[in-house]
Structure formats: C-alpha cells, structure tokens
C-alpha cells in the first residue's frame, strides 16, 4: 500500500502550496471553458483591465458581443500558432493586436510596463479536464 506522502494527490498539494505562497490564486476549476480549454472570465478580465483602450475599440464594433469576439479570436489565434507564442506575442481581433501576459521590462524606467507586468494573473486549479485532450485526460495541476 502507498503512503499518503508519495501519492500524486500530495505531490500536487505541495505544489500547490508552494504556488499559492508566492503569488499565484486558486482559481475555481468550474470556470473553466472545456471546448476552449481556457479560463474565459480570467482572459477577459486581464484584457478588459490591462488594455482597456483596445477593448473600448472593440466594444464599439461588437457591442455586448466584444468578449465572445476576443475569446474566439484568441483561440483561433492560439490554434494556428500555439499557446507559447500566443503569450509572447499576443493576438489579433479585428487588427488590433491584444496581449495575454505582458513580460518583465529590461529596466524599470517605464512605470506603465511595470503596471502591466504586475497586472498578469497566475492562476492554480485542480484536476482540470479538457475535450481538446485526448480521451478527456484531466491537467492536474493546471496554470
């Protein structure tokens, strides 16, 4: 029989309080979108309050439909070519392009890339299970 300490549910425990204990947030696992396999309250949320000017833009074209446009762009986006390069690079939706995580400034002379660097949202769930995976695999932990 297994002890309780090596089992893949502690590992994930200490990982888990590892993350939360520098910066990361427990985010509920029924908020995430399986067909998308994203988090789509959290992207939009990050979006809305890190480019609020882009998002404006948006809302003007699409009205109360801006966010579905953005969460189908981006998977579009991030299907063509990848999630890495997705974050790195950001996004298009309708020309402009929308950013998922802005990186650490070389330097810190610019008090708005520190902002929006300090803006992005590490977010931990549990046994997350996802369509897109094959035979419904759960990602434990997901980040």
Request: a positive charge; one cysteine or more.
């Amino acid at each position: 029989m297994k002890s309780s300490r090596t089992t893949e549910a502690a590992f994930e425990t200490i990982i888990e309080a590892q993350l939360l204990a520098n910066g990361y947030v427990s985010v509920d696992r029924d908020s995430f979108d399986r067909e998308r396999a994203i988090f789509p309250e959290t992207v939009l949320a990050f979006i809305r309050a890190t480019q609020p000017k882009e998002w404006a833009r948006l809302e003007a074209l699409h009205g109360e439909k801006t966010g579905e446009q953005i969460l189908s762009d981006m998977c579009k986006w991030m299907d063509a070519n990848g999630a890495l390069a997705t974050l790195r690079h950001g996004f298009k939706c309708y020309g402009r392009t929308l950013r998922a995580a802005f990186f650490k400034a070389a330097h810190e002379l610019n008090p708005e890339l520190e902002a929006r660097y300090a803006a992005n949202r590490l977010g931990l769930t549990r046994q997350c299970t996802s369509r897109r995976a094959r035979s419904n695999r759960s990602m434990s932990p997901s980040v």
